[in-house]
């Protein structure tokens, strides 16, 4: 199987109210202790909690040391005894069994993104210090891979989440057909594939390999779940590193909508950045120079389409190219000469426009996005929001304020986490990250006031954790001993470390 650098899968988390979480009460309580009339009580759950795994190889092209099993959990926590559903687990075992603290749970984003392969991944990267401290333990989410999948049968043409306001009417249509399809194929299933269930089973997993307390490493929406974890298992949580971190009052149109203003601020760094170069990339001088020219851009594309590898581009298509890649200066930089050359009548090549590979279905993604949070119901609101972030956020333009089959969704089982708590963590985080931006980490951090935060000034690019020397320092140090850093740190950008995105490429919105 093909290694891969560790970094994140990503994506968000993105609520009426039914049944408060299974926390804890005490480091000695029953596994899931009942909180409501609404939430199951220890007893009833006591046939998943005390689930035996039979642990077999995970496939024909994964090592023998990676073994996998399926346990079941309830679809509805506040019915035990109804429909069961698989969740499928894996284990790498430490190889210092003398060392040995716990166990290291993972997720590697989305929503949407399958886990099983994560102790593998992170096999490849972490420092023996760390892994001998663990067994290392993935999961594909409920909804996700092998755990009872959601898959709605969407079309190539419906399987992409995120429309531009020019085809409006089309959204409509497109989002209430996406919600029609989920809720025939999925049924009953389909409302019980959130965050708060997720995290629910992770208990449940807990449980089952006989741990009293789990340690975690999140990356992008996986922050999302290991917060709202922290949130209704407080006591149960004990070394959570969550890396390029969503805010959970977001969850999840919030996390969309803030791409938007975040794009203008990376552009400007932009402009000045590229404007200190203009001996190298000759688009200006001054930062007002440097955004004339690529605005120039647009503007010729938009009058006549320019070409590039072969594939006609105009305004909109120039903008939805490079709007990311502002948040790595050099690489927009050498995409939007590319551009320039273009719209002066030169052939640019490399800016790899051919057919892309299919995407990754959204079922699972647009299921949990919908299940976490309350969205409006009226169309007309996403049109106005539009127009308004268009007008607002000429870069971004209305790209992530367009209509979603959330809007013909069925009802939140239950009201979005608010997270609020004194668990300790580790939050790390690159400035310049096109997905989570700083704004949101900082967010968490404020929720998670037993937290400290790991900031990489100038860095680059979604996904910090084995690519910074000095956060990988803080975070290696933390799960080793269990100890935080005594206050917040600020690191600096690695030279020739930077990255534009994952290459843990998630199916969900943030990857």
């Known amino acids: 199987m093909q290694r891969r650098p560790l970094v994140p899968l990503l994506a968000v988390s993105v609520m009426a109210a039914l049944a408060p979480g299974l926390a804890a009460t005490s480091a000695t309580a029953s596994p899931l202790t009942r909180s409501s009339p609404d939430v199951a009580s220890a007893d009833a759950l006591r046939p998943y909690t005390q689930q035996k795994p039979v642990w077999k190889r995970c496939g024909a092209d994964t090592p023998a040391a990676l073994r996998c099993a399926t346990l079941k959990v309830p679809l509805d926590y506040r019915h035990p005894g109804g429909k069961k559903i698989d969740i499928a687990i894996s284990r790498l075992k430490t190889s210092a069994p003398g060392k040995r603290h716990g166990v290291l749970l993972s997720n590697p984003g989305g929503p949407g993104g399958p886990g099983l392969e994560m102790p593998l991944e992170l096999d490849a990267q972490l420092p023996q210090q760390v892994k001998d401290r663990y067994d290392l333990i993935g999961f594909d989410p409920r909804g996700v891979g092998r755990s009872t999948p959601v898959q709605c049968g969407l079309s190539p043409e419906e399987n992409t989440l995120l429309r531009p306001l020019r085809t409006f009417d089309k959204n409509v249509a497109w989002a209430k057909s996406v919600a029609d399809k989920c809720r025939t194929k999925a049924g009953d299933t389909l409302v019980h594939i959130n965050t708060r269930n997720t995290a629910r089973d992770m208990d449940v997993l807990r449980a089952v390999l006989g741990e009293r307390k789990i ?266 001993t269990g100890k935080l850093p005594a206050a917040d740190v600020t690191c600096q950008a690695a030279p020739g470390k930077q990255r534009a995105a994952s290459s843990l490429p998630a199916p969900g919105p943030l990857g």
């Open 215 to 480: 340690s975690y490493y999140g990356v992008s929406y996986g922050t999302a779940l290991g917060a709202v974890y922290t949130q209704m298992f407080p006591r149960r949580a004990d070394r959570f590193v969550l890396d390029s971190a969503v805010d959970p009052k977001r969850m999840w149109r919030g996390m969309f909508r803030i791409w938007a203003p975040e794009a203008e601020r990376a552009f400007q760094r932009w402009t000045k950045w590229t404007a200190a170069r203009d001996a190298t990339y000759r688009l200006g001088a001054t930062p007002a120079a440097v955004g004339k020219s690529f605005w120039d851009v647009v503007a010729r594309a938009d009058r006549d389409p320019i070409v590039v590898d072969g594939a006609p581009l105009d305004g909109a298509g120039v903008r939805e190219l490079v709007r990311r890649e502002f948040f790595t200066v050099r690489d927009a930089a050498e995409r939007v000469v590319k551009l320039k050359e273009a719209a002066g009548g030169r052939a640019a090549q490399g800016l790899d426009l051919r057919e892309p590979p299919p995407e990754p279905d959204i079922s699972a993604t647009v299921t949990v996005v919908c299940g976490d949070s309350s969205w409006p119901r009226d169309p007309e609101t996403y049109r106005r929001d539009s127009i308004r972030d268009a007008d607002r956020y000429p870069l971004y333009g209305d790209f992530a304020a367009g209509v979603m089959p959330c809007a013909f969704w069925d009802r939140p089982v239950e009201a979005t986490t608010e997270v609020n708590n004194k668990v300790p963590a580790l939050i790390v985080q690159n400035e310049w990250d096109s997905q989570t931006p700083l704004v949101t980490a900082r967010a968490l951090h404020r929720q998670m006031k037993g937290s400290r935060m790991v900031t990489v000034d100038e860095g680059e690019g979604h996904g910090v954790y084995t690519t910074n020397p000095c956060a990988d320092s803080a975070a290696n140090s933390y799960l080793a």
